[in-house]
T-cell receptor
Framework: TQLLEQSPQFLSIQEGENLTVYCNSS?????LQWYRQEPGEGPVLLVT?????EVKKLKRLTFQFGDARKDSSLHITAAQPGDTGLYLC???????????FGGGTRVLVKP | SAVISQKPSRDICQRGTSLTIQCQVD?????MFWYRQQPGQSLTLIAT?????????ESGFVIDKFPISRPNLTFSTLTVSNMSPEDSSIYLC?????????????FGQGTRLTVV
């Protein structure tokens, strides 16, 4: 059982559509990070959210941290083929603790 | 930006043999991490490697199977010993420059291991 549950596991959409990926836990996390990984590469950090209720925007990507700091979402507007990849959420329970990764969501954006 | 180099990028190995994966960082870091990942799936932490001390292994991973070396603050190796087909996976090294709540993790490009 993973501490961080991501849904869906796989998402296939057409270019221009919107998508949302969810990351949920029964535990409180002090911070949550989102990474994207492309085939043959390691994950790369997209964003870190620290405050409950926080919303961060990165161009067409919007990240939200739940008020109770137990969940997060990633929303992509007008998805492009370049958004294709494996999206991973990762949480830290307290400073000095290791990262705990969610199960991952594979996103495929078809042209 | 940080540079972390991992090699080999891929290998096909016979069962019963061992493979050592190397990870080089372009600056000194205190802790390095080794992960295992099935393609398209999440990362599972194998162990944390501190320079000058024995690595700390996660539940389900043991030193005899995955010995780790950390000879200095820029380099680490992970050995997959006495391999079986179940060890086929992607192995990644990683580091974080600090341990605050928003510290970024950097990853090597991974080693795709196939055991036949």
């Amino acid at each position: 059982t993973q501490l961080l549950e991501q849904s869906p596991q796989f998402l296939s959409i057409q270019e221009g559509e919107n998508l949302t990926v969810y990351c949920n836990s029964s535990s409180v996390f002090s911070s949550l990070q989102w990474y994207r990984q492309e085939p043959g590469e390691g994950p790369v950090l997209l964003v870190t959210v620290v405050t409950g209720g926080e919303v961060k925007k990165l161009k067409r990507l919007t990240f939200q941290f739940g008020d109770a700091r137990k969940d997060s979402s990633l929303h992509i507007t007008a998805a492009q083929p370049g958004d294709t990849g494996l999206y991973l959420c990762a949480g830290v329970k307290a400073a000095g603790n290791k990262l705990t990764f969610g199960g991952g969501t594979r996103v495929l954006v078809k042209p | 930006s940080a540079v972390i180099s991992q090699k080999p990028s891929r290998d096909i190995c016979q069962r019963g043999t061992s493979l050592t994966i190397q990870c080089q960082v372009d600056s000194q870091v205190t802790m390095m991490f080794w992960y295992r990942q099935q393609p398209g799936q999440s990362l599972t932490l194998i162990a944390t490697a501190n320079q000058g001390s024995e690595a700390t292994y996660e539940s389900g991973f043991v030193i005899d199977k995955f010995p780790i070396s950390r000879p200095n603050l820029t380099f680490s190796t992970l050995t997959v010993s006495n391999m079986s087909p179940e060890d086929s996976s992607i192995y990644l090294c990683s580091f974080r420059r600090g341990d605050s709540l928003n510290t970024e993790a950097f990853f090597g490009q991974g080693t795709r291991l196939t055991v036949v």
